[in-house]
């Protein structure tokens, strides 16, 4: 209900621009089957884990819809920034050279946001990724995102806070939580991997449940806010 309220404030004051169009977006509904929506995998790649400090240098995406993943629907964007990448290149591999061909930050989030409209955001990890996307929505529009999101991290806490008292560390990295699903390991820090390893890890997620699950369903084992 807040979230649709909050959804309905911002987008009258920005209606014209693409995010007041993405806000004007009906939200799911909760009692909708999980198959009949699209969930859109989403990873980004970061100077920096701090969001006042570091910026998207690379944002990757992968939807499902109908049970089935669309990777000829994945797209990985990479994205032009004020600074040099520095040491963070050690971990995402991309270099300044690969960004000097990139896009505009704003252009990027316009198309994320056509691609992401009417869907159910998924990440490993939303309050550090949607920190910096919502940082630069903000920037950019003067408003946050504000999207359905579900959390694979936070599904896996939940998951594992009802059976013992601590989490060990590592466990929640996303590696980790796809091998206790059996799922195929792939390397890390790639904003496209990773999105396609989030989508994975949700959808593998869902079918553990059994049959019959709604949007509702998940959300509330995966909700990050």
């Not at 701090?50 to 910026?55: F, L, N, Y």
């Not at 690969?98 to 316009?110: F, V």
């Not at 990773?194 to 059994?210: H, P, V």
Request: hydrophobic share 40%.
């Amino acid at each position: 209900m807040w979230l649709g309220l909050r959804r309905r404030w911002h987008a009258r004051k920005i209606e014209k621009t693409l995010l007041g169009k993405y806000l004007q977006a009906p939200l799911i509904s909760h009692r909708q089957d999980w198959k009949d929506v699209t969930w859109l995998g989403v990873d980004i790649e970061t100077t920096d884990l701090d969001p006042a400090k570091g910026e998207i240098v690379s944002i990757g995406w992968v939807p499902m819809r109908g049970g089935k993943i669309l990777l000829g629907e994945a797209r990985q964007l990479f994205v032009t920034i004020r600074k040099e990448v520095g040491q963070s290149a050690v971990f995402h591999q991309i270099s300044d050279d690969d960004l000097r061909h990139g896009m505009k930050a704003s252009e990027m989030l316009a198309e994320f946001l056509q691609a992401a409209r009417g869907s159910v955001l998924v990440f490993h990890n939303a309050q550090l990724d949607m920190a910096f996307l919502n940082k630069l929505s903000r920037r950019i529009y003067g408003a946050p995102m504000l999207s359905q999101i579900a959390d694979t991290l936070i599904w896996e806490k939940n998951k594992i806070f009802s059976h013992y008292q601590h989490i060990p560390p590592d466990t929640l990295r996303l590696h980790n939580c796809r091998r206790r699903y059996n799922l195929p390991i792939y390397p890390a820090h790639s904003a496209l991997t990773d999105a396609l390893a989030t989508i994975e890890l949700l959808m593998a997620q869902i079918y553990n449940m059994g049959n019959q699950v709604n949007v509702g369903d998940v959300l509330r084992k995966s909700s990050p806010f």
